[in-house]
């Protein structure tokens, strides 16, 4: 069974600096890591995906995430947070057979002026 | 851009009425989702189709049904709602031809159950 573990219920920075969003996985064949956020009242967007090659993945709004497969991690970062930046985060998961994401929990990020 | 459309944003219905969930992509996608969402649990996915006519259970099926008659039209069903099913409903797609590729969400349904 595959799982994805999102310690962090939140994560509060201020505007300017950088910030790390945490996610670790388990699953049984290559994982497929995805990003996603959620703002109020929306659906899910998809910021960015790890399939294979560069462990460092850039995607939109000036994310990137850097796939660890040691540690089987894959945090979220950006150097400098924006206000408009808050929101629910969620981390995906699948192996690469497969059709199913497994989600985590969640990460509110809330960022202050 | 991929569109996928939920047909309610908010529904308010009664203990033991039948509700149905429905959500429309206009992307020719095989693949589309149901999924629950709960503050703390994030999304847990109900019933998965990959073809018309054809399902598959998720994590959490039990009190729901689904319907795919057509292509670009996926129901989820609530045979006799009950008030734990009171949640955010996301509908999503994706191209089983290109395994790699994201879902595509809907904004949700916003379901409360009295």
């Known amino acids: 069974a595959q799982s994805v573990a999102q310690p962090e219920d939140q994560v509060n920075v201020a505007e300017g600096n950088p910030l790390t969003v945490k996610c670790t996985y388990s699953v049984s064949g290559n994982p497929y890591l995805f990003w996603y956020v959620q703002y109020p009242n929306r659906g899910l967007q998809f910021l960015l995906k790890?399939?294979?090659?560069?462990?460092l993945v850039k995607g939109s709004y000036g994310f990137e995430a850097e796939f660890n497969k040691s540690q089987t991690s894959f945090h979220l970062k950006k150097p400098s947070a924006l206000v408009s930046d808050s929101a629910l985060y969620f981390c995906?998961?699948?192996?690469?057979?497969?059709?199913?994401?497994?989600f985590g929990g969640g990460t509110r990020l809330m960022v202050k002026p | 851009d991929v569109k996928v459309t939920q047909s309610s944003r908010y529904l308010v219905k009664r203990t033991g009425e039948k509700v149905f969930l429905e959500c429309v992509q206009d992307m020719d996608h095989e693949n589309m989702f149901w999924y629950r969402q709960d503050p703390g649990l994030g999304l847990r996915l109900i019933y998965f189709?990959?073809?018309?006519?054809?399902?598959e259970k998720g994590d959490i099926p039990e009190g729901y049904s689904v319907s795919r008659e057509k292509k670009e039209r996926f129901s989820l069903i609530l045979e006799s709602a009950s008030t734990n099913q009171t949640s955010m409903y996301l509908c999503?797609?994706?191209?089983?031809?290109?395994?790699?590729?994201?879902?595509?969400f809907g904004d949700g349904t916003r379901l409360s159950i009295l």
């Open positions: 790890y399939i294979t090659g560069d462990n």
């Open positions: 189709s990959y073809d018309v006519k054809m399902k």
């Open positions: 999503a797609s994706n191209d089983a031809g290109r395994s790699n590729q994201p879902q595509h």
């Open positions: 995906a998961v699948r192996d690469g057979a497969g059709n199913m994401l497994t």
